[in-house]
């Protein structure tokens, strides 16, 4: 904008400016003081070249409004008079050049290329300084993210001090009530043989996924939400079909916790009606007084998770409210029936079995729900045991099966050792027919303790001693019965492991290469 009484100079400035030059466009001209506010209020300039005296507000008047209102925009004074004091007085204005009449070309646009460089430079900061809250925001984020994967999996992991586990975490907790929750997503409608046809399909199974993490994203943020005005602190992290959430609230909030977490319930099963095919369980851990108990707050809550077909009414679960179930080994005498079914490939014995302890141990999984998962967890140890003895059985195996348990319970008892005897049925079936192929039996074992073990470095000197054969026999031996090398054995072991966590978890690439024992993750991308 420029602002100057006497017309002919006005158009003078005007053709002096290197208008494409500079990449100035002009807003508004005013031959006096009072316009020239009115038109800088209206338009707000980036520029403003005035002259020192007008009539109505002067230049320097000007100035001063606009240090005033507008300090992202320039002031250029231009005065007649070799004056002292107008040039001090608008220099205490902070104005950007004091020129004087007559105009020169090259001191005016050198002027102006000095003010757009400047104002240009300060945008790039502006965005600059964007980008990096941006990028510090990102780091933060990740770092609570991993942070909750490491409580997750490392339940016997321990922490620093408080002050320093925030530091570390870009955590805000504070000395108080610690909990977690967890939220197992599922389809319950999906029975398990529709749910074994979409292993060999994908398709449905990838779907499924892709729903329960869409959901769990809305059940994250529907969470945080809820909780935000009780904690101090409080995020989430996704792995699968489970949403984990752990957060930090004052001692004396308790009965509001356990009131949130019902309302929280609550608003999360009226989200569900926008998703026909979807329910889900909540498990909440009991609250603990440190922060160093939040791996096990989140054990509790997945734990509680297993007692969803013990719950008549539908609720969050609490694991305060559920009794602690005695620890001691529940069957000592199972290893040899079981042994005895595997070793014939009695299927149906092996669910008699598991039917008839359940059946058995029903009163006492009714005082005390929390024991369904020492059941389970012994009885598929007992299995574990005797089927890898004799069966290609891998431990992600037996964590599938684990899996499975849980996603086809029903809401009672019975039902639930139902949907657990047709999981057992297909899983054995399976085991069964891998089995019975042709490898000799070192070769197996090989494979096996590859299975098993492929998350390490592997030598070959390592794998031949498993078998007792010297490296040359074992590559021999291996790539004719298997038509593999034991390097690519090894690989394809990595890689179904990674596909696996790439449609299941939200692991990075660089975590999912190092969980599968690739040290570069670009290399394994």
Known sequence: LIAEDESRILALIKSLIDWEGLHLRLVGEATDGDSALKMIVDNQPDIIITDIRMPGANGLSIAEWVNENLPSSHVIVISGYKRFDYAYDALKLSVSDFLLKPINREDLNQSLARIVDQ??????RD???????????????????????????????????????????????????????????????????????????????????????IVAAKFKDIALRELSSLCIDSDGVIVGDVLYLIGNFAPSQQSAFNRACVRLFDVMREHCTIFPDVDFAMGISIIHNCHTDLPKCLTEATDALVCKCMMAVPGPIFAEKLDLPDNAAL??????????????????????LFR???????????????????????????MWST?????????????????????????????FIESACSVLKYQYAQWFEKSMSNESLPIRIVKQYIQRNFQKPLSLDELAAQANFSISHLSAVFKRETNLTVLDYITHCRIDRAKELLSTTTMSIGEIADSVGYQDAKYFS
């Open 127 to 213: 965005l600059r300084g964007k980008q990096h809250e941006s990028e510090i925001k990102k780091a933060h984020a990740n770092l609570r993210r991993q942070c909750l994967l490491t409580l997750l999996h490392n339940p016997h992991v321990v922490l620093p001090t408080l002050s320093v586990f925030n530091a570390n975490n870009a955590m805000s907790f504070e000395e108080g009530s610690y909990f977690a929750a967890a939220l197992h997503i599922f389809n319950p409608r999906i029975s398990f043989a529709h749910y074994v046809q979409s292993l060999s399909e994908r398709v449905s199974s990838e779907s499924n996924v892709r729903t329960s993490n």
């Open 119 to 124: 104002h240009f430079s300060a945008i790039a």
């Open 356 to 382: 008839e302890r359940m059946i058995e141990l029903s009163p006492a999984i009714k005082r005390s729900p929390l024991l369904l998962n020492n059941i389970i967890n012994q009885l598929l140890n007992v």
């Open 387 to 415: 089927a890898s003895d004799c069966l290609q059985v891998t431990s992600f195996e037996l964590q599938t099966v684990m899996r499975l348990y849980l996603r086809f319970a029903g809401h009672d008892l019975e039902s």
């Open 331 to 352: 069957f000592p005498y199972l290893e040899k029936e079981f042994r005895s079914a595997i070793e014939v490939h009695d299927i149906f014995k092996i669910q008699s």
